[in-house]
């Protein structure tokens, strides 16, 4: 037996039981003991039933990531599945904690699933630019239905065990702590009642219904036109289901395993896959250890509870943690404490917590007037006014009280963090944490870490993220940091492209054609330009709309008209502005351009500023540059982030570009030494 399973008989049952942390995934060394387990139990004429459960935390979590890209090795995942379906003796999955992806498919070629209460299964390969490539675009749809399936493949949400019970993803529930044991009964139950083995594959009663039901996958594919634009994985799985509700069982498989091999080699999907990687990368920092010691940290404290400060909260509130929220007047605390009430009733109308939990969450504020209030706190996270100013007197005041051994951080934007640090006694406990805006909803946390910030204070910064559910992107100290700094290359070229001749529309056009949600003008609009404008000291285009007091969608329009329903047209006002701001320059309108020559125009000037920021060593990876973008900017997936993307399109065909805008429009396109060297040595950002 291999050194992961385990094989045990018990009054004609014999229960495998696999353990290879820490999530049971369907590596090569699991694959065999299953397999050898299986062949053992079909040939034993003392087996009447097998039970299939997992030590450890969970079921199989799905395939083993560090396999991507290497060689097959056998048995593979088909075969191992094959064998287990098409076996003799009823085999009973038992499921706790998680069955996704290939775990699931797994469960679904046992004859029944059994679970735990608080287990969850699903199929999420979409979410790496993929479809379910074992089996499980053909057998799902077979348990719940052609609808049910699009639903739960396309989402790629996983489901919890009491829809998943009726839904019919398993068949019964089994006590929490008695998993085993309740698997084991059901197993003696099947033998005695003598039903039949219920091959998932050979079930047509959900799919029959709907052979022929075009107007169900074309419904489904209109209804979600909008979050499966860009993806090609959607409707591949769409195309599959239909395969599962039209074809034989054996010629569906056929076609999901065609169109998986075509996803599989698809940018989009190693865009997604690149993604995905990255993410889990970013807590690898080679200067700080893994067994670098981190700080307990227990409570803690926010100064300012405006809509950063009071978003930020929640993030600790969420995990249980205690918050103590300072604010300079009642006023301004009650109104940041409603607004934090009212984000928590909306997600309870929603289903998404409880009312109990609201009030769990709101009782672990601690509302308070002073900063002496934060004197026993582990944490401090402070959200004022972006002016250095006023951050290094907050600081100074911390370091007075503030006990010794508290982090002390900055939700900083953009201001130099050292700076700030030299305010206090202290640097060496001082950091960055900068929370994007809604905080509370936005995934990335970009922290920052000071010319004098400690190893142990970082580690707690990047292991604190986790528990608040964000993702955390190490960053030295620079003005704007990661994603602001390089992305605000992208507007500073919208701003400039929009006197050249392109529209605004069509400008944002080629940006959301291209894949992100919305243009430049379209989100400035929507923020107020007199908020992103505020700090300006020269004359600009979003000046001057703002001393017409056209400040965007809130306001009389700003770069685009709006009418009630903020439905955007174009603006001639905005025209005349743009024109006479260029005339005012000197700037000829020299007409419409492309839109491959406007995504270059915007888009390659932030692959230029990632290669500085690794130049500089402000970032450890180009896919940190890449995971900052996507989660802070909603850069789209399926490209990969700049530096992927930059890749797929070629360094030197990006580097020519630059030249020639260089030439044309001065040094500020100057290509960056490191993306040069790329460029002429073959080398690649994201792919060495």
Request: hydrophobic fraction near 45%.
């Amino acid at each position: 037996m291999s050194s992961v399973g385990s094989f045990a008989i018990e009054d004609g049952i014999a229960i495998i039981t696999i353990d290879s942390p820490p999530v049971n995934a369907l590596g090569i060394a699991v694959r065999q003991a299953l397999d050898e387990s299986f062949r053992r139990a079909a040939s034993d004429d003392d087996v009447n039933a097998i039970v299939l459960v997992c030590a450890g935390r969970t079921f199989f979590a799905g395939a083993d990531i560090a396999e991507f890209g290497k060689p097959k090795q056998t048995p593979d995942l088909l075969a191992v599945l094959d064998t287990i379906e098409s076996g003799r003796k009823p085999v009973i999955a038992a499921i706790h904690g998680t069955a996704l992806g290939g775990g699931y498919e797994l469960a679904l070629v046992c004859h029944y699933r059994i679970a735990v209460p608080s287990a969850k299964v699903g199929l999420p390969e979409v979410h790496l630019g993929l479809l379910p490539g074992a089996g499980g675009t053909q057998r799902l749809p077979r348990i719940v239905g052609a609808a049910a399936a699009l639903d739960i493949m396309v989402s790629g949400t996983p489901v919890p065990a009491n829809k998943a019970l009726a839904l019919g993803m398993i068949d019964a529930f089994a006590e929490e702590g008695r998993l085993r044991e309740d698997a084991v009964a059901f197993a003696r139950k099947v033998l005695a009642e003598r039903q039949p083995l219920r091959r998932v594959r050979d079930r047509q009663d959900k799919v029959d219904p709907d052979k022929g039901n075009t107007a169900l996958f074309e419904d489904f594919r209109r209804k979600n036109a909008r979050v499966m634009r860009g993806f090609k994985a959607p409707a591949s799985i769409v195309r599959a289901v239909e395969a599962a509700v039209d074809l034989p069982f054996d010629q569906g498989m056929a076609r999901e395993r065609a169109l998986f091999q075509e996803l599989h080699d698809s940018t989009e999907s190693a865009a997604q896959r690149s993604s995905f990687f990255a993410e889990r990368q970013t807590v690898r920092i080679p200067d700080v250890p893994a067994s670098t010691a981190t700080i307990p940290i227990r409570t803690v404290g926010v100064i300012g509870a405006g809509t950063m400060g009071g978003g930020i909260a929640m993030n600790f509130l969420n995990a249980g943690l205690p918050v103590t929220l300072v604010e300079t007047s009642q006023e301004a605390l009650d109104r940041g404490l409603g607004v934090i009430r009212r984000n928590y009733d909306n997600s309870a109308k929603k289903g998404r917590i409880t009312l109990e939990q609201v009030e769990q969450r709101m009782a672990l504020i601690r509302p308070a007037l002073e900063l002496a209030a934060l004197a026993e706190v582990d944490l401090v996270i402070e959200a004022v006014f972006e002016q250095l100013a006023i951050k290094r007197e907050v600081f100074a005041k911390l370091d007075a009280i503030a006990k010794p051994g508290a982090i002390l951080a900055s939700n900083t934007s953009y201001l130099d963090l050292d700076q700030i640090a030299a305010a206090t006694s202290r640097p060496e406990w001082v950091i960055g944490m900068h929370f994007f805006s809604p905080a509370n909803v936005m995934r990335l946390l970009e922290v920052v870490r000071g010319e004098k910030t400690s190893n142990e204070v970082i580690a707690t910064a990047m292991g604190l993220a986790k528990k608040i559910a964000k993702v955390p992107v190490l960053s030295r100290v620079c003005h704007g940091f990661i994603a602001n700094r390089v992305m605000t290359r992208r507007g500073e070229q919208a701003n400039a492209i929009v006197l050249e001749g392109p529209t605004p529309q069509a400008i944002d056009k080629a940006i959301t054609d291209y894949g992100f949600a919305m243009g430049p003008f379209q989100m400035m609009d929507l923020v107020g330009l007199d908020v992103i404008g505020r700090d300006d000291t020269e004359r600009s285009v979003r000046g001057d709309l703002v001393t017409l007091d056209r400040l965007g969608q809130k306001k009389n329009g700003g770069y685009y008209d709006y009418d009630e329903a903020r439905k955007a047209t174009p603006s001639p006002v905005a025209a005349s502005i743009i024109a006479d701001f260029a005339r005012s320059k000197g700037i000829s309108d020299g007409g419409p351009q492309s839109p491959e020559e406007i995504v270059a125009r915007l888009l390659y000037p932030v692959v230029n500023e990632g290669a500085k920021v690794l130049e500089e060593g402000i970032a450890i990876r180009a896919s940190d540059i890449d995971v900052a973008c996507i989660l802070g900017y909603n850069w789209p997936v399926y490209t990969g982030g700049p530096m992927f993307w930059a890749d797929t399109v070629g360094l030197p065909k990006i580097v020519a570009k630059l030249e020639d805008l260089e030439a044309r429009h001065g040094e500020a396109f100057r290509p960056a030494t490191l993306l040069k060297e790329k460029a002429a040595s073959g080398g690649s950002f994201t792919r060495e």
